[in-house]
Protein backbone atom coordinates (compact mmCIF):
# COMPACT_ATOMS: atom_id res chain seq x y z
CA UNK A 1 0.00 0.00 0.00
CA UNK A 2 1.34 3.62 -1.07
CA UNK A 3 0.51 6.33 1.54
CA UNK A 4 0.03 9.97 0.04
CA UNK A 5 0.57 12.81 2.54
CA UNK A 6 -1.69 15.55 1.49
CA UNK A 7 -5.53 15.52 0.38
CA UNK A 8 -5.45 12.45 -0.68
CA UNK A 9 -5.15 9.61 2.42
CA UNK A 10 -4.14 6.54 0.14
CA UNK A 11 -3.55 4.98 -3.33
CA UNK A 12 -3.94 1.46 -2.88
CA UNK A 13 -4.26 -1.88 -5.73
CA UNK A 14 -7.51 -3.56 -5.39
CA UNK A 15 -9.33 -6.20 -7.76
CA UNK A 16 -13.15 -5.38 -9.11
CA UNK A 17 -14.88 -8.14 -10.33
CA UNK A 18 -17.40 -7.40 -12.59
CA UNK A 19 -17.83 -10.52 -15.33
CA UNK A 20 -13.66 -10.34 -14.88
CA UNK A 21 -10.78 -9.31 -12.22
CA UNK A 22 -9.68 -6.36 -12.99
CA UNK A 23 -6.80 -4.21 -11.05
CA UNK A 24 -7.74 -0.87 -10.18
CA UNK A 25 -6.05 1.74 -8.15
CA UNK A 26 -7.98 3.18 -5.72
CA UNK A 27 -7.24 6.96 -4.50
CA UNK A 28 -9.68 7.95 -1.11
CA UNK A 29 -9.69 11.74 -0.06
CA UNK A 30 -8.48 12.50 3.47
CA UNK A 31 -12.03 13.81 4.80
CA UNK A 32 -9.79 14.69 8.14
CA UNK A 33 -8.32 17.50 6.35
CA UNK A 34 -11.38 18.97 5.80
CA UNK A 35 -9.91 20.07 2.15
CA UNK A 36 -9.87 18.90 -1.62
CA UNK A 37 -13.63 18.90 -2.50
CA UNK A 38 -12.05 21.41 -5.43
CA UNK A 39 -8.95 19.23 -6.63
CA UNK A 40 -11.50 15.82 -6.10
CA UNK A 41 -14.12 17.42 -8.77
CA UNK A 42 -11.65 19.14 -10.60
CA UNK A 43 -9.73 15.54 -11.33
CA UNK A 44 -12.82 13.94 -11.54
CA UNK A 45 -14.21 16.83 -14.71
CA UNK A 46 -10.61 16.72 -16.44
CA UNK A 47 -10.19 12.81 -16.76
CA UNK A 48 -13.65 12.09 -17.70
CA UNK A 49 -12.92 14.17 -20.97
CA UNK A 50 -9.24 13.21 -21.17
CA UNK A 51 -8.33 10.40 -23.03
CA UNK A 52 -4.66 9.48 -24.19
CA UNK A 53 -1.78 7.22 -23.67
CA UNK A 54 0.14 8.73 -21.45
CA UNK A 55 -2.37 9.37 -18.93
CA UNK A 56 -4.24 6.64 -16.55
CA UNK A 57 -7.95 6.07 -17.50
CA UNK A 58 -10.46 7.23 -14.73
CA UNK A 59 -12.69 4.43 -14.23
CA UNK A 60 -15.28 5.64 -12.01
CA UNK A 61 -15.92 7.91 -8.53
CA UNK A 62 -17.77 7.75 -5.66
CA UNK A 63 -19.19 10.93 -4.25
CA UNK A 64 -21.51 10.47 -1.33
CA UNK A 65 -21.24 12.52 1.63
CA UNK A 66 -17.90 12.33 3.39
CA UNK A 67 -16.96 9.71 0.81
CA UNK A 68 -14.68 10.92 -2.05
CA UNK A 69 -12.95 7.88 -3.48
CA UNK A 70 -11.55 8.32 -7.57
CA UNK A 71 -11.13 4.45 -9.48
CA UNK A 72 -8.50 4.37 -12.16
CA UNK A 73 -6.84 2.14 -14.03
CA UNK A 74 -3.84 0.41 -12.30
CA UNK A 75 -0.78 1.20 -13.73
CA UNK A 76 0.24 -2.72 -13.97
CA UNK A 77 4.56 -1.46 -13.48
CA UNK A 78 4.05 0.02 -10.78
CA UNK A 79 5.41 3.86 -10.15
CA UNK A 80 7.93 5.34 -11.93
CA UNK A 81 10.05 6.75 -8.92
CA UNK A 82 11.02 2.61 -8.62
CA UNK A 83 12.76 2.88 -12.29
CA UNK A 84 13.95 6.62 -11.37
CA UNK A 85 15.30 5.58 -8.12
CA UNK A 86 16.06 1.90 -8.22
CA UNK A 87 18.07 -0.26 -5.66
CA UNK A 88 20.61 -2.30 -6.38
CA UNK A 89 18.08 -5.26 -7.17
CA UNK A 90 15.60 -3.47 -9.27
CA UNK A 91 16.12 -2.55 -13.12
CA UNK A 92 17.76 0.44 -14.28
CA UNK A 93 16.32 2.21 -16.95
CA UNK A 94 18.76 3.50 -19.66
CA UNK A 95 19.07 6.86 -21.07
CA UNK A 96 16.69 6.16 -24.03
CA UNK A 97 14.06 4.72 -21.88
CA UNK A 98 14.49 7.97 -19.55
CA UNK A 99 14.22 10.25 -22.32
CA UNK A 100 11.02 8.47 -23.94
CA UNK A 101 9.54 8.74 -20.62
CA UNK A 102 9.88 11.89 -20.15
CA UNK A 103 8.70 12.61 -23.63
CA UNK A 104 5.85 10.53 -22.55
CA UNK A 105 4.80 12.42 -19.82
CA UNK A 106 5.24 15.97 -21.79
CA UNK A 107 2.81 15.16 -24.31
CA UNK A 108 0.02 13.71 -21.38
CA UNK A 109 1.04 16.71 -19.84
CA UNK A 110 0.45 18.85 -22.74
CA UNK A 111 -2.36 17.25 -23.76
CA UNK A 112 -4.27 17.90 -20.48
CA UNK A 113 -3.38 21.75 -20.35
CA UNK A 114 -3.75 22.17 -23.27
CA UNK A 115 -7.86 21.05 -22.58
CA UNK A 116 -8.49 23.01 -19.66
CA UNK A 117 -9.58 26.26 -20.88
CA UNK A 118 -11.90 24.33 -23.04
CA UNK A 119 -13.64 22.64 -20.29
CA UNK A 120 -13.33 25.32 -17.64
CA UNK A 121 -14.58 28.53 -19.40
Known amino acids: MYWKRWIWSCVQRRTLIA ?6 AVKRLND ?3 QGLKE ?7 LTSQEHPNLVSLLGY ?4 AE ?3 IY ?4 RGSLN ?19 ICVGAACGLDHLHSHVGKHQA
Open 19 to 24: GKLTAV
Open 32 to 34: RLG
Open 40 to 46: FLTEIQL
Open 62 to 65: CDEG
Open 68 to 70: KII
Open 73 to 76: EYAE
Open 82 to 100: RYIRPSDTAYCLTWLERLK
